[in-house]
């Protein structure tokens, strides 16, 4: 009788422990059991394809049938042994030198022209929105009646103040400035959209100081308004390495890679490659050193603005 007199007590004592146990597990697994449908999409259409392009990257599929043998780096090797690709990273080079820093600087200036609000500035916002609206497959349909050769748009103004136009998309030296040209006016009002938000942030007494100190307009702007900027110069800068890696409808529509290989970027290369030549291994070799080069650039972007920003505060 006293054996079970005590035991009782105890075992009801361990009764709420092991209820709270349980609720606590559930709670624990609550979030878990949310984010799962999600999680398993990400996983599904991020990551998994990801490791298939890594895997179809270190094998060799030989065509008409339907085993992969493995080659390890000789898909790596075959590329950078193939002079199209050296030239597909040169064009892509030069191409984001071309439109990162000119979209950039022309995102800020029409954010520092246009940042007040008024009629007039909100109907010029709206103007220099207006190509990023506009899909890249149309710009480019339209670019191309532009680019005529004698007959086209740019042409014709030009011989309205006695200027010559060249062959804008058939020469080799000019043709990837062309489509310099067409990315900046399509992005560098998107850009903008950036940059007026990141002013709205910035603190109105740290401006109104440098003017109280006598900072006259280039000063405020070089000392003050781009060093307080850097976390949306960041940000603006991955999403438009991005679009340098990601952006290749112009380069399908106008050009084709031509002439001479001329204008070939690294993805109108992938898609020559897997689609056209059904070398599947070396397509998902470069994409995988353009995902990399992409995300190496991105970090790096990222903490030199970040270490910027923090000497700045």
Known sequence: MTSIAT???????????RHAMRVRRRRQALPYLLLAPSLLL??????WPIIRV????????ILGQAASRFVGLGNYANLFSDQAFLKAVINNLVYAIGTVPLSMALALLFALALQRSTRVNALLRALFLF?????LVAAASLFFFIFLPGVGLFDYYLAKIGLRGANWLGDPDIALWSLIGITVWKNAGYYMLFYLAGLQTLPGDVLEAATIDGANGWQRLRH?????????????LVIALINV???VDHVIVLTKGGPSNSTKLVLYYIFEQAHENFAAG??????????????????VSLKTMERGAHAAS
């Open 224 to 236: 003050v308004i781009v060093p307080l900027l850097a976390p949306t110069t960041a940000f603006v």
């Open 245 to 247: 890696l990601t952006q």
């Open 42 to 47: 990400l996983a599904g259409f991020t990551y």
């Open 54 to 61: 890594v895997w179809d990257s270190l094998h060799d599929r």
């Open 7 to 17: 035991e009782a007590p105890a075992l009801a004592a361990s009764q709420p422990s």
């Open 131 to 135: 190509p990023s609206m506009v899909p």
């Open 282 to 299: 070396k397509a998902a070799a470069a994409s995988v050193l353009s995902v990399a080069f992409l995300l190496a650039m991105s970090v």
